[in-house]
């Protein structure tokens, strides 16, 4: 299960990432 959230994490901080690129 701790492997599954820290994917959750990291899916979760790429996003962010994309965000800050489109702005």
């Avoid at 701790?2 to 489109?22: D, E, T």
Wanted: no cysteine; glycine share 4%; charged share 5%.
């Amino acid at each position: 299960m701790v492997g599954y959230n820290v994917l959750a994490l990291v899916i979760q901080f790429l996003n962010a990432l994309k965000w800050w690129a489109a702005l």
